[in-house]
């Protein structure tokens, strides 16, 4: 049986490496020196990273004094975070509140919860409309009523499971009106639709290597300037004492370096991802006429939707069956989310627009990345209706099986 | 054929699948996600459906080269495995949760879904044959190796599900062979315990797990002439046949240990008495299915010598059993010449004719000749 993907459309979950990131990494994996050393292993090192931070800076439309490595989307989610919320209640004890959508990324999420069960902090939930994106006016009113004791708010620049990419600077306007710092998770939407930190209004943004074709392990967070942070991870004092632990310099040159390669064709290829993304949606909901887009159709590309993001709700079947099926002829899909043993969760990004659990549990996303052509869709709209059909008869999981036993009446 | 392997995490599912990948067939890697709460770790042998066993099952299907997913059945599971343990405790029987999972789950939710997949059979690594008889049809039948033999927590699967049903280690001589076996062919899960007790009671502690779900109050326990002996914390916590915990402070008259007779949810009661009453002649059962084509004295309605096993590790009996029909619903009316001990209303009777599973019934009643329960008011 078929066990790597001939078709592989998970691009949003990672991607395979950028040759000029691989040609980086590889020149400097021979290289000794910790950039923290003072003799000329050690300036040479600092060398390489002081470059990546000015390269992904400039990327970011940030100042490379704002950029903080880490490991990865999910640790700069935790700092900036985390780190907010503890220098804002330390200078104003009573503002514990959190702006938080129900769409955002469990590295949000689960880092919200945390500081409402040990920190307590409370949560303000701002809602979505049925595509997936923020109620600005909503969102308004809640921090009108409440801003005395809001410490900070959190809205993600594009959603990972539906596309939908979010109202950043209106929301910050409405925040900045009573100093109340944003922290934007803009993992998938860095170096895939333009991200400028400058003018974002935002805090803090978080970013991640390996979704742009740079390795796995680092990422970043860009922290304003005139921002202060109560830093998570204690040590050294490296990146200006907010993020301890020696700098890997390896990764940051091959992050810097598919940052920059991407970057270049970033409009040439938004344009040929979302004209494919298209081609796709229309030939899907012709297919399969029970097919329901999931966020905002955005056929000219106008900003709406991420340009290779395709979520599609197929009634009635279990996303799993639908992943199974798909895998076992070589396409790679995804429900969205799993736990980290692996089971299928009903989506909570779709009970976040209105969805009922039953059929958040019925969801496949396509994501399209850089290697993705006209014929890899062929395949997959070739295969999906069968494969719907297919899925549809082995029913959802929580429906009792139609084969008989002494229980259900069995017969001979 | 396309073969649907369910691993458990453990040796023997490993072993059954790699047996399937040898024997030809194109075989997916399928682990089931039974607990509403999955990613949690195990703790000593229990448990199920922990992040060991899944990670277990998906580096022995990597090992074998078999595609891997999880299915989750948590919701159905909950339902027809965990909340019917629940009822039929609370109705003062005794079930078996892992025969109402292979009916329920593994051979009727997983297999229509294989099935409706493109899947031909379920693969486990049960210990029981499925021969064919001339025409073709299945018999579920006794494993080569009897001490492991699982053919009585089978005993429920009907035609239907047996012609879907593949079991590698039928003919396994010991399960000393099948770790050797795993540990030969690089499985890691050679030497990992087996699993013992209930999955979805993780300390073991089932009364402990049923006080927690249902409602209980102090009632009488009473001896087998309805003499009040003592009080009990809620009837439905015991077991017929249980011995242990009765907290009984006078002795018997003849000095010997007293046994739980009876339970008996609506009066709140609990009837102990010696062992020799714990015996029972006749076993009626209903909730009846056969295990293939059923034997002609089934449809006559004529009586047939037959072995009858009420437990998974129990001794079969030499039984005489015949089909009573009547209006709405039949009866599986079984004798036991040299009765049986520690019979409970809710345990499922497998009947056997030699290595062959007839079928099975749940027990409704259970009679004794030498004790007659409905005078104790």
């Known amino acids: ?412 | 054929m396309k073969v649907l392997a369910a691993m458990s995490g453990g040796v023997d599912s490993a072993v059954a699948a790699a047996r399937a990948v040898e024997a030809g067939h194109d075989v997916v890697g399928v682990h089931l996600a039974l607990s509403r709460m999955p990613g949690t770790l195990r703790t000593g042998s229990r448990g199920c459906c922990t992040l060991e066993d899944s990670n277990d099952a998906w580096r022995a299907c990597d090992k074998l080269g078999i595609p891997y997913y999880v299915w989750d059945f948590s919701d159905r599971f909950a339902e027809d495995v965990v909340q019917d343990f629940v009822d039929e405790y609370e109705a003062g029987r005794t079930p078996n949760p892992c025969m109402r999972c292979n009916e329920k789950i593994k051979f009727a939710a997983l297999l229509e879904k294989a099935l409706a997949l493109g899947f031909d059979a379920v693969c486990t690594g049960h210990y029981a044959k499925v021969l064919r008889d001339t025409e073709g049809n299945p018999e579920l039948h006794r494993a080569a190796d009897w001490a492991k033999d699982q053919s009585y927590v089978l005993g429920v699967l009907t035609r239907e599900q047996l012609d879907h049903c593949m079991f590698p280690l039928a003919e396994t001589p010991s399960k000393a062979e099948v770790r050797a076996e795993a540990a030969a062919r690089g499985l890691t899960v050679a030497n990992k315990p087996d699993s013992y007790d209930i999955c979805f009671i993780p300390d073991g502690d089932t009364r402990g797990w049923l006080a927690e779900r249902i409602d209980m109050k102090p009632g009488e326990i009473v001896d087998q002439d309805g003499n009040q002996l003592g009080e009990h914390g809620g009837a439905q916590a015991f077991t017929v046949g249980q011995r242990k915990g009765l907290r009984l402070g006078r002795p018997a008259a003849d000095g010997k240990p007293r046994f739980v007779l009876e339970i008996r949810p609506k009066d709140n009661k609990v009837i102990v008495g010696p062992e020799a009453l714990l015996s029972v002649d006749e076993l009626r059962g209903i909730r009846i299915s056969w295990a293939g084509v059923p034997i002609p004295e089934i449809i006559t309605g004529e009586e047939f010598d037959c072995m009858v096993q009420v437990r998974a590790h129990g001794d079969p009996v030499d039984a005489k059993a015949r089909m009573e029909r009547s209006e709405g619903s039949d009866v599986l009316v079984v004798q036991l010449p040299e009765g049986m001990r520690g019979v409970a209303p809710g345990q499922t009777m497998v009947v056997y004719q030699g290595t062959r599973v007839l079928g099975q019934a749940t027990i409704d009643k259970a009679r004794s000749t030498s004790w007659d329960s409905s005078k104790v008011s």
């Open chain 1, 1 to 412: 049986m078929m066990n790597n993907s001939a078709v592989y459309l998970d691009h949003a979950a990672t991607t395979d490496l950028n040759p000029a990131a691989l040609s980086a990494m590889t020149e400097q994996f021979s290289q000794t020196g910790n950039p923290s050393s003072l003799h000329g292993a050690g300036r040479r090192a600092n060398r390489v990273v002081d470059e990546a931070r000015t390269a992904i800076a400039k990327v970011a439309g940030a100042h490379p004094t704002e950029l903080i490595f880490t490991s990865g989307g999910t640790e700069s989610d935790n700092l900036a975070l985390k780190g907010l919320f503890w220098n804002r209640t330390e200078k104003n004890p009573l503002a514990r509140s959190i702006l938080v959508a129900g769409i955002e990324h469990h590295a949000v999420l689960d880092t919200v919860s945390w500081l409402e069960a040990h920190e307590d902090a409370t949560v303000l939930w701002m809602p979505v409309d049925a595509d997936g994106v923020l109620d600005l006016q909503a969102a308004k009113e809640l921090i009108e009523e409440h801003h005395e004791r809001i410490a900070l708010g959190t809205i993600m620049w594009a959603n990972n499971e539906v596309g939908a990419i979010q109202p950043v600077v209106a929301f910050t306007k409405l925040a900045a009106k009573y100093g109340i710092p944003v922290h934007s998770d803009a993992v998938q939407a860095f170096d895939s639709v333009p991200t400028n930190f400058a003018t974002s209004g935002l805090a803090t943004m978080a970013v991640s290597a390996h979704k742009i074709g740079g390795p796995v392990g680092i990422g970043a967070l860009f922290v304003r300037r005139d921002v202060v942070l109560m830093p998570v991870q204690h040590g050294g004092g490296h990146e200006r004492k907010l993020r301890s632990g020696t700098l890997n310099a390896v990764a940051a040159a091959g992050f810097a370096a598919a940052a920059t390669a991407v970057h270049g064709t970033l409009v040439a290829e938004s344009a040929r991802l979302s004209e494919l993304r298209e081609y796709a949606v229309q030939n899907i909901t012709r297919l399969v006429p029970d097919a329901v887009l999931n966020g905002p159709r955005d056929e000219d590309n106008a900003g709406l939707r991420l340009p290779g993001n395709l979520h599609f709700t197929f009634p009635e079947c279990e996303g799993d069956s639908l992943l199974f099926l798909l895998d076992m002829v070589g396409i790679a899909s995804s429900t969205g989310s799993a736990c980290t043993a692996g089971v299928p969760q009903p989506s909570h990004v779709l009970v976040a627009m209105g969805r009922d659990a039953r059929s958040a549990r019925s969801v496949q996303r396509f994501t399209l990345g850089h290697r993705t052509t006209h014929e890899d869709v062929d395949i997959l709209l070739e295969a999906l209706p069968d494969a719907y059909q297919r899925a549809k008869k082995a029913g959802m999981a929580a429906d009792e099986s139609s084969i008989h036993t002494a229980g259900t009446g069995f017969t001979r």
